[in-house]
């Protein structure tokens, strides 16, 4: 099967995700890129119904390859984050630099119940930089352990300034216009998320729209999710997919029951996504990853447009 993502589309600091993620879905974002740069127009709208960290919108958004995005996910405290971010970014930033990083303020988060978003976001941005590897579940404890004995410290994660600048770029990016603020669509399943489409620009015409749907991947689910799909969620996403009109995109992991529902329609192409950065590859010599992507955009990746 063809191979995306050779070419490398560097990011700055402040348009990358404030938030953390196994398998981040940055390194998805030269693939993804590279598929909407061959197969449409410029997209006026780019949604993401299980956007987590956001990685690939802010990227698309950072490199002008799409109008806006429309992002939502079925998580309260990740939805919360979101929501605070694009509407009230600076006094979260203001209330972020205010956190002490420890590991008995770990404790005091995790046994939080926030009931506004303000402390929903700060509980999630939290525990998502101090918590091993960004897990928000009751089995992950905070990066360094308890005894805080490893040469990486729970607050090893946790830029302050960093994380500052790119909240920022998700306020300013939210004035513009460019993040769509939507109540229906910050904490929603996929569904309602793509109900809501047509009621925003470029929404009516599904030419004008790109979906980017990457759901609970299958491999070690109930490690890596708050909230895992089972065989019967994975089922309905797949109905849908194969028979909305509209454009989109959709990454999995490589197992037998994502490539037996998506392999097979001829108007689904299947790729595999090169990564620059494992134990076995290199910025020169890319591998491929556990990862593959469908999408029914009807064009041969391999024409790109030049980059500007």
């Given at each position: 099967?063809?191979?995306?993502?050779?070419?490398?589309?560097?990011?700055?600091?402040?348009?990358?995700s404030p938030?953390?993620?196994?398998?981040?879905?940055?390194?998805?974002?030269?693939?993804?890129?590279?598929?909407?740069?061959?197969?449409?127009?410029?997209?006026k709208?780019?949604?993401?119904?299980?956007?987590?960290?956001?990685?690939?919108?802010?990227?698309?958004?950072e490199?002008?390859?799409v109008?806006?995005?429309?992002?939502?996910d079925?998580?309260?405290?990740?939805?919360?984050?979101?929501?605070e971010a694009?509407?009230?970014?600076?006094?979260?930033?203001?209330?972020?630099?205010?956190?002490?990083?420890?590991?008995?303020?770990?404790d005091?988060?995790?046994?939080?119940?926030?009931?506004?978003d303000?402390?929903?976001?700060?509980?999630?941005?939290?525990?998502?930089?101090?918590?091993?590897?960004?897990?928000?579940?009751?089995?992950?404890?905070p990066?360094?352990?308890?005894?805080?004995?490893?040469?990486?410290?729970?607050?090893?994660?946790?830029?302050?300034?960093?994380?500052?600048?790119?909240?920022?770029?998700?306020?300013?990016?939210?004035?513009?216009?460019r993040?769509?603020?939507?109540?229906?669509?910050?904490?929603?399943?996929?569904?309602?998320?793509?109900?809501?489409?047509?009621?925003?620009a470029?929404?009516?015409?599904?030419?004008?729209?790109?979906?980017?749907?990457?759901?609970?991947?299958?491999?070690?689910?109930?490690?890596?999710y708050?909230?895992?799909?089972?065989?019967?969620?994975?089922?309905?996403?797949?109905?849908?997919?194969l028979?909305?009109?509209?454009?989109?995109?959709?990454?999995?992991?490589?197992?037998?029951l994502?490539?037996?529902?998506?392999?097979?329609?001829?108007?689904?192409?299947?790729?595999?996504v090169?990564h620059?950065?494992?134990t076995?590859?290199?910025?020169?010599?890319?591998?491929?990853?556990?990862?593959?992507?469908?999408?029914?955009?009807?064009?041969?990746?391999?024409?790109?447009?030049?980059t500007?």
């Amino acid at each position: 099967m063809p191979l995306l993502a050779g070419r490398r589309y560097p990011l700055r600091n402040a348009s990358l995700s404030p938030l953390r993620y196994p398998g981040s879905k940055r390194k998805m974002i030269p693939a993804i890129r590279q598929l909407i740069d061959a197969n449409v127009p410029r997209p006026k709208l780019f949604v993401e119904p299980f956007c987590g960290g956001a990685s690939v919108s802010l990227g698309l958004l950072e490199h002008d390859a799409v109008d806006t995005v429309l992002i939502g996910d079925l998580d309260p405290l990740v939805s919360a984050f979101w929501r605070e971010a694009s509407r009230n970014g600076e006094r979260l930033v203001d209330d972020m630099m205010k956190l002490t990083v420890t590991v008995a303020e770990w404790d005091n988060w995790r046994a939080a119940r926030p009931v506004s978003d303000r402390r929903r976001a700060l509980k999630f941005l939290f525990l998502n930089r101090t918590t091993f590897s960004g897990i928000i579940d009751n089995r992950a404890g905070p990066i360094g352990g308890r005894a805080q004995t490893s040469d990486y410290p729970i607050d090893c994660r946790f830029n302050k300034d960093a994380i500052a600048e790119r909240i920022l770029n998700v306020h300013r990016l939210a004035k513009a216009g460019r993040i769509l603020d939507d109540e229906d669509v910050w904490n929603s399943t996929w569904q309602r998320t793509l109900d809501r489409v047509r009621w925003h620009a470029g929404g009516h015409d599904p030419k004008a729209t790109v979906l980017y749907l990457d759901p609970p991947y299958i491999h070690k689910a109930d490690r890596l999710y708050k909230m895992p799909f089972k065989e019967r969620h994975h089922r309905e996403l797949a109905s849908h997919l194969l028979g909305t009109e509209h454009r989109w995109i959709l990454s999995y992991d490589a197992e037998p029951l994502v490539l037996d529902m998506y392999r097979g329609p001829t108007d689904v192409h299947e790729y595999r996504v090169a990564h620059h950065y494992t134990t076995r590859g290199s910025r020169t010599a890319p591998v491929p990853g556990r990862e593959v992507l469908f999408t029914n955009l009807p064009n041969d990746p391999t024409r790109e447009r030049p980059t500007p």
